[in-house]
């Protein structure tokens, strides 16, 4: 077995059970370089801040560690370190009061929009664009798309995240398309929509 | 096939520093609580004995010998003779 998991790729559910039999750290290694980046691209994304996506970087996979036994694999190990990861990063930026609430139940302008805006359009914009688009919309509304469409989280998994409804995550998407929407014809003109 | 979203993330992954130093100190964090741990698991036991003694208690022998600590313990004399199942 352990032969296996140096030649082969072990699989996260193997590098969890071993770690947890044995609390050697090349297992935690293993787990750490598999995953890492993506926290702390995540985290810079949501904090706008090296230095503080570092230290959430840090905490996070001490929370990841520490918690690692309840891990039930109900889902995917990645969705459940994603999940950690956006809800450190909401949880900071409450408290930093930098957005005071982040996902309240906003009364938005475009809120109210009754046609779905299809999910193409909004992967359709080039990256750098897209970049640009959502550094510019409330850090929830990121946060809700980054989840969609960057972790393919299903609406089920986002809501659990969240502690919301799945209809309030379904409305929370949509508005946030919207905004999407409306920030790209502000700043690049409306020929793509 | 990766959509604009997961190719932005890519593309933030490129400029990511090097958080070897993020891991060490993480893998500090949880061996310094693990240390922690292990002394509290050694040592709790035999400081609630000298603290029930020390308000006139009775430490009851055979619950004694349930909570004595894990192989290795350092005084042998505490430690179950008849292997590790309670009772």
Redesign the interface.
Known sequence: MEKTLHRTKASDEELIAKYLETQESRYFDQLYLKYSNKVFSKCISLLKNEALAQDATQDIFLKIFLNLAKFGGKSKFSTWIYSITYNYCIDLIRKGKKEKNVFSEDIEKVADVAEEIPDSAILEIEVKKLKIILDKIPVGDKAVLLMKYQDDMSIKEISETLSKSESAIKMKIKRAKHKVQKVYKEIFAAREF | MK???????D???GR??D?TD??R???Q???G??TIGQVVELYLTKILDAFVMMTGGEIDSSNRKQRSGPPGSINKNDAPSGGPSAG
């Open positions: 959509n604009n979203f997961q190719r932005l993330q593309d933030e992954m990511v520093p958080l993020t891991q100190q993480v893998r964090r949880i061996e609580m693990q």
